[in-house]
């Protein structure tokens, strides 16, 4: 249910420097942040994994060292129309399995997750950042939450952030 996973249209733009908070970048994407001043650019890139099908990535490059007290995301907001089968919030929901490539300067733990619309459902799982400076495929699987109520009409169904940094100043 991912729209632009290959990150091909970024209609507004190849490149954003410093775009402000929620600000939404190549098409579908938005950066949210907190508490930091943004000194980083978001781009259409044609760096990816070699042989995969793949003609362009989304790169985000800081311009220099930054220490985060609140956070900074990558996320896609997708509509409850097209989660709908997964049936989150119901005895049936569904196991969900997220995919994808990812390339760092920095190894560790990284985060991603999902929320429902009112924010009050969250599922976080961590994955690994083993090399850097080299596309990793990263396979990620979240058991189907049975409670709260995930929409399933023409608003938000779920957010997929990736955390890019947290209020420790980690990764």
């Not at 058991?143 to 955390?163: A, E, L, Q, R």
Request: aromatic letters at 12%; proline letters at 2%; hydrophobic letters at 30%.
């Amino acid at each position: 249910f991912i729209i632009n996973g290959g990150m091909a249209v970024s209609q507004r733009g190849a490149s954003f420097t410093n775009p402000s908070s929620n600000a939404y970048c190549l098409d579908r994407y938005a950066i949210q942040w907190s508490t930091i001043s943004p000194q980083f650019t978001v781009s259409q890139d044609t760096s990816t994994p070699a042989g995969k099908g793949f003609y362009k990535s989304l790169k985000i490059a800081t311009s220099n060292t930054q220490s985060a007290s609140g956070g900074a995301f990558m996320y896609q907001k997708v509509e409850g129309s097209n989660i709908s089968n997964i049936m989150f919030g119901t005895s049936n929901a569904k196991t969900l399995t997220l995919s994808f490539y990812v390339k760092s300067s920095k190894t560790g733990i990284y985060s991603v997750g999902f929320h429902n619309n009112a924010f009050d459902r969250n599922l976080v799982s961590e994955y690994t950042i083993s090399s850097a400076d080299t596309w990793e495929r990263k396979t990620v699987t979240f058991v189907g939450d049975t409670s709260g109520t995930w929409t399933t009409d023409d608003t938000i169904g779920v957010g997929v952030y990736f955390h890019l940094a947290n209020g420790d100043g980690g990764n």
